[in-house]
């Protein structure tokens, strides 16, 4: 089975410093990982996805993410944090089987609060 | 906007009774998937349609079901509803089995 894990329930950064959101995860073969993001009262925004090559990835919003095997983490960062980047992070994951059954497995969300 | 819309946005009803949520797809997409958040389960998978066919069954209750109509829209068919079953539900699509799934805005459930 696979899993997801978001260790900080919440991340407090000061605005223009640099934020890392952990993740870490288990699949039994290779992992597709996603970020997503969702702001109060709206759905999931997709912001990165990993899938192969490069281990740093980068998405929406200024946002990157590097994926470390040997770790089985894939920490979600911006060199540069905004007020407006305060919402509610997840990190997903899939495992790659090339079966086409790809429901994501979920953590449980990091709060981000980016303070002025 | 992803283009996955939902509908209703909000639906308020009393146990045991029985609630459809409606999902459809952006432009193209052939997967929709349901998840539903809650604050005792976070988000969970509950099951995934490909082209009019179940393709994969998450966390699903036996008193939930789904389907996926010719026009690629799905319903997801909530019975003897819970107080338990209270939640946002979202739906999401993707292209073919493609890998980035785009969600929709959710229905949220509330169980009286």
């Known amino acids: 089975a696979q899993s997801v894990a978001q260790p900080e329930d919440q991340v407090n950064v000061a605005e223009g410093n640099p934020l890392t959101v952990k993740c870490t995860y288990s699949?039994?073969?290779?992992?597709?990982l996603f970020w997503y993001v969702q702001y109060p009262n709206r759905g999931l925004q997709f912001l990165l996805k990993y899938i192969t090559g490069d281990n740093l990835v980068k998405g929406s919003y200024g946002f990157e993410a590097e994926f470390n095997k040997s770790q089985t983490s894939f920490h979600l960062k911006k060199p540069s944090a905004l007020v407006s980047d305060s919402a509610l992070y997840f990190c997903a994951v899939r495992e790659n089987s090339g079966g086409g059954a790809d429901g994501l497995t979920f953590g449980k969300g990091t709060h981000l609060i980016i303070q002025p | 906007d992803s283009g996955v819309t939902q509908t209703p946005k909000h639906l308020i009803t009393a146990t045991g009774q029985r609630v459809t949520l409606r999902c459809s797809p952006r432009?193209?997409?052939?997967?929709v998937y349901w998840y539903q958040q809650s604050l005792d389960q976070g988000l969970q998978f509950l099951i995934q349609y490909y082209n009019g066919e179940e393709r994969a069954k998450g966390n699903i209750l036996e008193r939930f079901s789904a389907q996926q109509f010719p026009d690629l829209h799905s319903e997801l068919n909530l019975s003897s509803l819970e107080l338990g079953d209270s939640a946002l539900y979202f739906c999401?699509?993707?292209?073919?089995?493609?890998?980035?799934?785009?969600f929709g805005p959710g229905t949220r459930l509330t169980v009286l």
């Open positions: 999401a699509s993707s292209v073919n089995k493609g890998l980035t799934q785009y």
């Open positions: 699949v039994s073969g290779n992992p597709y």
């Open positions: 432009s193209g997409d052939l997967s």
